[in-house]
């Protein structure tokens, strides 16, 4: 990955005039390249731009002494349920080791809300709080979110730039639920993609709360959004200068994509294509069986070491078999090329109710995905988490609520316990106990004979 950075040159004594007028002048345009915004600014305005001036100090060389700060342009929503987000144009300094973005503003009356133009912010304010993490509200995992502060400075407030960078800069939180694959997809990787996207890989990720491990997972979809190394802004004590920055990643609904609110209108269709650019997957759709006569269609069932497994799988596995399925049941690989491979090479998933179901992102389209809801009131969470996403990438969904019978909860507990009659009072006493019970404690014995016209309904939508 390139450095995305230009770092401060060095310093030497100069005496021989001509040699000095040629080195500002490659210093001006190399280094300080302008922009096309900043020479209109030069001729509209008169001004001279985002451009240092230099003069020679006869002891020490070139000094750079002044610099023209232009007007910041600061863009904040705090009105998305799913998360806060800065965007900020300018002179943008941040500061790693203290969680500081510093916003330049070329006079004190800009830093007292006379000429700065802000939106979704207190014009009178000159600081803002944002923890950059996709999961805003939510009282079990935001107090751990390392908060960033944005703050409008003069010049003289600011510290100086030891690193310049030439493309933006995107702020994020990698703490949170990292390392729950849901999760990781959800609050990260489909954030990440619907912030960055559109920047073709000229952005450079700056990551609080790094997990080095997570980036070396995903290295593939991480290198396909950024052409640049992420940077630890936890652990770095240099200031890297940008002309604009992002703060917070845009989230817009579970595991998806709204189009209309997106970067260049893309959608889950456009991310599953990204998936399969960055794993090199083959297969773009699902098969037709109308077109391949005698070609068995291919079943995946997903299976899990824990709780929430099929207990009669062997019964499950025959069962698809005799309506003409080639079936599979795997426990899904942990590396996700291998994984990702395996699950674009079939046509239907089966999974209960968990993470596993992450993997659907990896399905060719006008693929069959078949979630298996658990006992205990969570068709609703299983719809938005699960339901929604496939849809929205041009696949078929299909849900399959279990009945008690069919729960090793009822070997657990008596039928006549509020877990059978009246689940919603455990929901709103706390998701730990929703947790502990619904999800920590019960596996699925799926009556097959129940469960054989959804397999038959995903025959039906592959012709």
Known sequence: MKAAVRNKKSRGSFCNPPLLLLIVVIQFLVIYSPTLDQYMVMLTTGKPGFFPSVILDGRKGLKQVDEF???????????????????????????????????????????????????????????????????????????????????????????????????????????????????????????????????????????????????????????????????????????????????????????????????????????KRFLMWRYALPREHAIRMDEEPGKKPRLLIISRRSRRRFVNLEEIVGMAEGLGFEVTATELHPHIPAASATVNSFDVLVAVHGSGLTNLVFLPMNAVVIQVVPLGRMEGLAMDEYGVPPRDMNMRYLQYNITAEESTLSELYPRAHPIFLDPLPIHKHSWSLVKDIYLGQQDVRLNVRRFRPVLQTALHLLR
């Open 69 to 271: 700060i232009p007007e910041p342009h600061l863009r904040c929503d705090f009105t998305d349920p799913r998360s806060n987000v800065c965007e900020m144009d300018g002179a943008i300094r941040i500061l790693g080791r203290t969680s500081e973005v510093f916003v330049v503003a070329p006079s004190l009356t800009s830093v007292a809300g006379g000429g700065v133009n802000a939106t979704g912010v207190d014009a009178n304010a000159t600081r803002w709080k944002i923890q950059p993490y996709t999961r805003k509200g939510e009282s079990r995992v935001m107090p751990g979110i390392t908060e960033v502060t944005v703050r409008l400075v003069t010049a003289e407030e600011a510290p100086a730039c030891d690193a310049w960078h030439d493309v933006p800069a995107i702020v994020y939180s990698n703490g949170g639920y990292c390392g729950n694959y849901y999760h990781d997809f959800n609050d990260n990787i489909i954030p990440l993609f619907i912030t960055s996207r559109h920047l073709d890989g000229e952005v450079q990720l700056l990551v609080t709360q790094k997990q080095r491990w997570w980036f070396g997972k995903y290295k593939e979809i991480v290198e396909g959004l950024s052409k640049y190394e992420p940077v630890d802004l936890d652990a770095e004590a240099r200031v890297h200068c940008y002309r604009r920055a992002i703060v917070g990643l845009r989230s817009h609904k579970d595991l998806s994509i709204d189009p209309r609110r997106a970067p260049n209108n893309y959608s889950m269709v456009d991310f």
